[in-house]
T-cell receptor, first 113, second 110 residues
Framework: GAGVSQSPSNKVTEKGKDVELRCDPI?????LYWYRQSLGQGLEFLIY????????KSGLPSDRFSAERTGGSVSTLTIQRTQQEDSAVYLC???????????FGPGTRLTVL | GIQVEQSPPDLILQEGANSTLRCNFS?????LQWFHQNPWGQLINLFY???GTKQNGRLSATTVATERYSLLYISSSQTTDSGVYFC????????????FGKGTKLTVNP
């Protein structure tokens, strides 16, 4: 079966622009996570969705970051008014109900000029 | 929150050599994952190992949960083993988001 997919694979944007990153989890997985990997900070959690429960947004670094998950499947991470420090690889992961083993997508490399 | 430390940070081997990577964590956990990040950035699942020992080909892992550490063994290393190896543990309760170590960068030379 297909793994986690993310798009775009690369995104270059200008400071101040908004960007949207997409994640398609593994079919049947109910939990979805967003992480960020940057040179100075390593891999850090951003946000978690589980079914219809309220998301855990505790890792979002500022109110410029938001995410939604429609129909319990596809998720979109939106960064408004991008800053250079937002440059990083954004990784999405999913897991199935009853297991916390997470499977990762290939990531979106975001570069803010 | 829980802390995860990996050692060594860097490791250079000749092809064919064996190695051991270590992961220490600061609190009890109900699972632990080892990943290999390849040169293209993809995180590949290696082991999901809350306790005990698992083997997959040339790789094996052991987690001693009571002593809060896990070991990843790579035998007869190959150049394709190069990359960064991460261990990660979930926070307890709630989202069980993963907390990652800083990784071990492995370089296997031909």
């Amino acid at each position: 079966g297909a793994g986690v997919s993310q798009s775009p694979s690369n995104k270059v944007t200008e400071k101040g622009k908004d960007v949207e990153l997409r994640c398609d989890p593994i079919s049947g997985h109910t939990a979805l996570y967003w992480y960020r990997q940057s040179l100075g900070q390593g891999l850090e959690f951003l946000i978690y969705f589980q079914g219809n429960s309220a998301p855990d947004k505790s890792g979002l670094p500022s109110d410029r970051f938001s995410a939604e998950r429609t129909g319990g499947s596809v998720s979109t991470l939106t960064i408004q008014r991008t800053q250079q420090e937002d440059s990083a690889v954004y990784l999405c992961a999913s897991s199935k109900r009853g297991s916390n083993e997470q499977f990762f997508g290939p990531g979106t490399r975001l570069t803010v000029l | 929150g829980i802390q995860v430390e990996q050692s060594p940070p860097d490791l250079i081997l000749q092809e064919g050599a064996n190695s051991t990577l270590r992961c220490n964590f600061s609190d009890s956990v109900n699972n632990l994952q080892w990943f290999h990040q390849n040169p293209w950035g993809q995180l590949i699942n290696l082991f999901y190992i809350p306790s005990g020992t698992k083997q997959n080909g040339r790789l094996s892992a052991t987690t001693v949960a009571t002593e809060r550490y896990s070991l990843l063994y790579i035998s007869s290393s190959q150049t394709t083993d190069s990359g960064v190896y991460f261990c990660a543990v979930p926070t307890q309760g709630g989202s069980e988001k993963l907390v990652f170590g800083k990784g071990t960068k492995l370089t296997v030379n031909p």
